[in-house]
């Protein structure tokens, strides 16, 4: 309501649903809340939804090329999740359309923190697909940027600032782009909507940007079950072992040096916490509006006790449990960073096929925001929560 009607309408709402923790006894709800809301907990189900939002992607892909005329497509590979599956998708719209997988241009470009094991996992997957595989290092275009900025990183000095990061993320998109002109293709996005949600890219010329990405409307907690699906429906050894690898390795960025053996220190979840839980508030806010309040208790119903309720039936999911608390200090993260520091990068995200009814971020569809908003009146709303849980309903 606030993006269409103004603040009075969301005062309204934000007031509907105060009351919803703050009562003297609280009791628990009869039904049961889906922890994980875009993973459905049967194993027949999540195939059957990894299977669809597979299919629409693939779908969504073939006909943007068959649209534009161009039979290429280049893709920058890091050895993470998303580039994973996003390959994985274009992999199968090739064969879809009767292309060779060749014309798949795949680039892996380490930076100052890729680590071998995303590095080798990098070369793996794009063997095993049988794409056009090439490794561009982007280090010397990074210092001779960083050299132009005058950083201090330039003259050795050991400083990993956002501009730091920021000229890595940036380097291997004006590369692809660059690349794709040159090729006559078109650059493949690979982020994904969690991290749209959450601002977790760099604008622009950054992962921000591309000419059509296929994961934007997918979270990443389902991308996790997608690749695993994928893997599991592989009948290439080689190609099911490299998956499962990429499955296994901790979700970071590489963008800042690692320690002395070589191995990341940058953890994207210790940065912004659970995604697991950041998917729980993204569906609950973007499929029904609901105030944070209300996203509050209903996660402390989901995940306050771990032997409650069921939970997939996969070994990608850790049978976590948090407290109020917890809840509380992750929900705050997404609040500020859905509604107020993340709009400017949604409102000119590239084209992306929407997957599901739990909804998309395109300016273009489901959601539509001012760019220069404030989160105070969620963070207002969201501070009249308690922090302790609250006690027990007795009969």
């Known amino acids: 309501s606030a993006r269409r009607h103004g603040a009075e309408v969301s005062k309204f709402r934000v007031q509907r649903f105060e009351l919803?923790?703050?009562?003297?006894?609280?009791?628990?709800?009869?039904?049961?809340?889906?922890?994980?809301p875009y993973v459905p907990a049967d194993r027949a189900l999540r195939d059957e939804r990894c299977t669809e939002v597979y299919n629409i992607q693939?779908?969504?892909?073939?006909?943007?090329?068959?649209s534009s005329g161009?039979?290429?497509?280049?893709?920058?590979?890091?050895?993470g999740l998303?580039?994973?599956?996003?390959?994985?998708?274009?992999?199968?719209?090739?064969?879809r359309l009767g292309l060779p997988r060749t014309n798949i241009l795949a680039y892996t470009m380490p930076g100052f923190a890729t680590s071998?094991?995303?590095?080798?996992?990098?070369?793996?997957?794009?063997?095993?697909?049988?794409c056009s595989a090439q490794e561009i290092d982007i280090r010397p275009s990074c210092i001779q940027m960083l050299k132009d900025l005058n950083h201090p990183f330039a003259e050795g000095k050991e400083q990993y600032d956002v501009t730091f990061e920021n000229v890595q993320a940036g380097e291997r998109t004006n590369h692809l782009f660059r690349l794709a002109n040159h090729l006559g293709a078109i650059v493949i996005g690979t982020g994904d909507l969690s991290e749209l949600a959450l601002g977790w890219c760099t604008y622009g010329v950054g992962d921000h940007m591309s000419h059509y990405n296929v994961n934007a409307s997918v979270p990443k907690t389902l991308i996790k079950h997608l690749v695993r699906w994928l893997a599991e429906t592989s009948k290439d050894a080689a190609e099911r072992q490299v998956l499962l690898d990429v499955l296994d390795t901790e979700?970071?960025?590489?963008?800042?040096?690692?320690?002395?053996?070589?191995?990341?220190?940058?953890?994207?979840?210790?940065?912004?916490g659970p995604y697991e839980l950041h998917d729980f508030f993204l569906y609950h806010v973007l499929r029904y509006g609901f105030a944070p309040s209300k996203v509050a208790y209903l996660a402390w119903q989901a995940w306050r006790d771990a032997g409650h309720g069921q939970w997939p039936d996969s070994?990608?999911?850790?049978?976590n449990q948090y407290t109020l608390a917890d809840i509380k200090r992750h929900l705050t993260t997404f609040v500020r960073r859905f509604f107020q520091t993340s709009q400017f990068k949604r409102s000119c995200a590239p084209n992306?096929?929407?997957?599901?009814?739990?909804?998309?971020?395109?300016?273009?569809?489901?959601?539509?925001?001012?760019?220069?908003?404030?989160a105070a009146l969620w963070l207002a709303e969201l501070a009249r929560v308690p922090d302790e849980e609250p006690p027990a309903a007795t009969a």
Do not use: N, Y
Not at 58 to 66: E, F, K, M, N, T
Not at 70 to 79: A, E, N, R
């Open 251 to 272: 979700i970071s960025p590489e963008l800042v040096p690692g320690d002395a053996g070589g191995q990341p220190t940058q953890s994207t979840e210790g940065v912004l």
């Open 116 to 130: 071998g094991r995303t590095l080798r996992q990098a070369h793996d997957l794009m063997r095993v697909v049988g």
């Open 82 to 95: 998303d580039s994973t599956h996003a390959l994985l998708v274009c992999a199968a719209a090739m064969d």
């Open 58 to 66: 693939v779908q969504a892909l073939i006909q943007r090329l068959s």
């Open 315 to 319: 070994p990608l999911v850790a049978h």
């Open 352 to 374: 992306a096929p929407k997957v599901g009814s739990g909804g998309s971020l395109s300016p273009r569809g489901d959601w539509r925001a001012p760019s220069d908003s404030s």
């Open 20 to 36: 919803a923790l703050p009562l003297e006894r609280t009791l628990p709800l009869e039904r049961e809340i889906e922890r994980f």
């Open 70 to 79: 161009i039979q290429k497509v280049v893709i920058g590979v890091s050895g």
